[in-house]
């Protein structure tokens, strides 16, 4: 079966940087597109990040873009979220998501991911 685990996450300080990691097992990882979203307490889920089956396209939220990185190492199963410059407003439990995609989109609604991992839990003091 298909499993999703993040790591990574942690308390830091705003300006702090952190890198998210999800291996990924159960499926044939380089068909699979790839994402990572976010929840704060009392907010609904948003998307954070996503990259094609590649790795050769990438979309990023309004409010990440210059200072998070997605990337994936097919070689390896995994996925990975660069976050530079951490702002209090980032604050959120982070998800990883996969969708089986030949075509090498980049999906960014939450509503297009089957597989989804447990989540890892970051906080930014100010």
Known sequence: QVQLVESG???VQAGDSLRLS??????????FAMAWFRQAPEKEREFVAAVNRNGDRTRYADSVKGRF???RANA?????LQMNS???EDTAVYYCAAVYDLRTLVFIASA???YWGQGTQVTVSS
């Not at 999800?22 to 068909?31: K, P, V």
């Not at 390896?76 to 990975?80: I, P």
């Open 112 to 114: 297009a991911y089957d």
């Open 69 to 71: 990185t997605i990337s």
């Open 76 to 80: 390896d199963s995994a996925v990975y």
């Open 22 to 31: 999800c291996a990924a097992s159960g499926l044939t990882f380089s068909s």
């Open 86 to 88: 951490l702002k209090p």
């Open 9 to 11: 996450g942690g308390l």
